[in-house]
């Protein structure tokens, strides 16, 4: 008879430690979970992101478990499930998780090679083409990288859009290279008149002497993109978000899948993601259908 009353409260505490909302059971049990931008290789997402986990977790002085979706959405859902307590998530799907999901973004990684929590698009010609401003690209040739990509298709879509040019009509022909370098290779062996990249890859490009930026020219350039944003739940309790705020405040010199060395994650709020939502308003993107 002691036994099963024991065995009932046992129970009954482990009952009500699941019925907790997160942020009292991830308190509790003293374990945090992120969740991860999804990528083709499970394995490689979670080698690189490990210096910032185990950091995290050493800063935090709790148990960090990360956890990989197949898709954005994925990520999404566990998040508005309450899976999870924190997520690393693209400019775009953030947009989108705060609109179906309780969540807030709040640091952002600034890197070594860039020095900044922000990037841009660009729109680039050659010099010796003579092509100078966008009023010179119509009936021109334009490469863009990939239906989905921020920086080498969406926001400079958009600034188009906002100038009242229709991509589809105002070139006489659009193509999608498939990678911003492609796009790059595309412009300096005239392949086509113009492309949009992102000034991050271009600087890079530059760098290892693919192409000499005196030989560019830059005709239009985006206003700052974001980068990738972490965010937590924010019904997370109080003392756990400080916590982890000042975690990844402290998270210094450690690699960060291919964005390289961080100078760290710097403080970052719900409105600097205000630019996505006006792209994807200008775009009338589906953000449900982007992955």
């Known amino acids: 008879m002691q036994r099963r009353r024991l065995l009932a409260l046992c129970l009954g505490a482990l009952a009500t430690l699941a019925s907790l909302p ?22 490689s997402m979670l080698e690189n992101s490990k210096a910032v986990i185990d950091t995290l977790q050493r800063q935090l002085g709790m148990p960090v478990k990360p956890f990989i979706a197949t898709d954005y959405n994925g990520i999404i859902e566990a998040l508005r499930a309450r899976k999870l307590d924190v997520a690393y998530l693209g400019p775009f799907s953030y947009v989108l998780a705060s609109s179906v999901a309780n ?19 660009l729109i680039i010609t050659r010099r010796d083409s003579g092509l100078q401003s966008l009023e010179q690209l119509k009936g021109r040739t334009m490469a863009f990288v990939d239906p989905s990509s921020a920086s080498g298709h969406l926001f400079p879509s958009a600034g188009l859009q906002k100038l009242n040019i229709d991509p589809n009509k105002y070139f006489a022909r659009v193509i999608f290279s498939g990678s911003h370098d492609a796009s790059i290779l595309a412009v300096t062996n005239k392949k086509v008149d113009a492309a949009a990249v992102a000034d991050r890859i271009l600087a890079a490009a530059v760098a290892r002497g693919v192409v000499q930026q005196a030989d560019l020219n830059v005709v239009w350039t985006s206003p700052d993109i974001p980068e990738s944003p972490m965010v937590w739940r924010r019904d997370l ?48 993107l589906d953000l449900k259908a982007m992955k």
């Open 22 to 43: 997160l942020s009292q059971s991830a308190l509790a049990a003293q374990t945090l979970t992120v969740g991860l931008i999804p990528a083709e290789d499970s394995q």
């Open 237 to 284: 309790d109080p003392a756990l978000k400080q916590k982890i705020a000042a975690a990844f405040a402290s998270i210094k010199d450690v690699q960060w899948g291919d964005q390289g060395v961080l100078n760290g994650f710097v403080p970052t709020t719900d409105a600097a993601y205000d630019v996505v939502r006006d792209t994807a308003k200008i775009l009338k």
């Open 103 to 121: 969540v807030e973004a709040f640091a952002v990684a600034e890197t070594k090679k860039s020095g900044r929590s922000y990037y841009k698009s």
